[in-house]
C-alpha cells in the first residue's frame, strides 16, 4: 500500500516551454504533497506543500509563478514549471502523506521523480 | 536555525555491519525518519522514531535519543544492494521534515 506514481519520469523540452508533471496517489488519500526539486549529489530542497483544496505554501526562494502547483483532489498533484529554462533542469519529486482505512501515516511516501532536461 | 549534520560518506564491506550517525537541531520535534534514496531515484522510507529508544526491523535498525539530539541508522549483514544514500529527516513543531545532506554508502566486496 501507500504507493505514489509521478508522470512522466522524464522529459526533454526546449527553452521558454511549459511543462506539466502529475504526481498522483494510487491506494491512499493524499491531504498533504510536497514537491521537491533535487539537483545533482545534492540533498532534497523542498519547493512547496499543497494541502487538498487549498493553494500551496512555497519555500523562500521558490516562485510561486513561475512553479505552479495544483492540487485538486486527494489523490493527484501537478507541478507546472513555466517558461523553463536551462538552469531549471534537476529531478522534482513529489511525496504524499495522508491516510489509509481512516489511518493518518507518519511519513511521506515518495514517488519515482521525473527528470526534466531543458535545452 | 534548524540542522541536521551527517556525514558525507562512509565506506563499509559486504557482510559488515555499519552505523550511520544524524544529530540534529529543530524548533521543536515530531518524529525523526530514515529514508534510502538508490542514485537516480527516490527515497524509499526506511524506519520513524518518536520514542527514545532502538526501533528494529530486518537487518536494519535505528535509534533516537531525544535528549541528546541523536540517531543512528545500524545497517546490518550488508549487501551490495545497500550501496546508496541514507537520508536523516527530523520533523518539527510546524510538522515540517528537515532533511539532511544524505550519507553515501559504499560497500566493497
Known amino acids: 500500500g501507500a504507493v505514489v506514481s509521478q508522470h512522466p519520469s522524464w522529459v526533454i523540452c526546449k527553452s521558454g516551454t511549459s511543462v506539466k508533471i502529475e504526481c498522483r496517489s494510487l491506494?491512499?488519500?493524499?491531504?498533504?504533497m510536497f514537491w521537491y526539486r533535487q539537483f545533482p549529489k545534492q540533498s532534497l530542497m523542498l519547493m512547496a506543500t499543497?494541502?487538498?483544496?487549498?493553494?500551496?505554501?512555497?519555500e523562500q526562494g521558490v516562485e510561486k509563478d513561475k512553479f505552479l502547483i495544483n492540487h485538486a483532489s486527494l489523490t493527484l498533484s501537478t507541478l507546472t514549471v513555466t517558461s523553463a529554462h536551462p538552469e531549471d533542469s534537476s529531478f522534482y519529486i513529489c511525496?504524499?502523506?495522508?491516510?489509509?482505512?481512516?489511518?493518518?501515516?507518519?511519513?511521506?511516501?515518495f514517488g519515482p521523480g521525473t527528470r526534466l532536461t531543458v535545452l | 536555525g534548524q540542522n541536521i549534520d551527517q556525514p558525507t560518506e562512509m565506506t563499509a564491506t559486504e557482510g559488515a555491519i555499519v552505523q550511520i550517525n544524524c544529530t540534529y537541531q529543530?524548533?521543536?520535534?515530531?518524529?525523526l525518519f530514515w529514508y534510502q534514496q538508490h542514485a537516480g531515484e527516490a527515497p524509499t522510507f526506511l524506519s520513524y522514531?518518536?520514542l527514545d529508544g532502538l526501533e528494529e526491523k530486518g537487518r536494519f535498525s535505528s535509534f533516537l535519543s531525544r535528549s541528546k539530539g541523536y540517531s543512528y541508522l545500524l545497517l546490518k549483514e550488508l549487501q551490495m544492494k545497500d550501496s546508496a544514500s541514507y537520508l536523516c529527516?527530523?520533523?518539527?513543531?510546524?510538522?515540517?521534515?528537515?532533511w539532511g545532506a544524505g550519507t553515501k554508502l559504499i560497500i566493497k566486496p
Open positions: 511525496s504524499a502523506r495522508g491516510r489509509t482505512s481512516g489511518k493518518t501515516h507518519n511519513e511521506q511516501f
Open positions: 491506494d491512499f488519500q493524499a491531504t498533504t
Open positions: 499543497s494541502n487538498e483544496g487549498s493553494k500551496a505554501t512555497y
Open positions: 529543530t524548533s521543536g520535534f515530531n518524529g
Open positions: 522514531n518518536v
Open positions: 529527516a527530523v520533523r518539527d513543531s510546524n510538522y515540517q521534515l528537515i
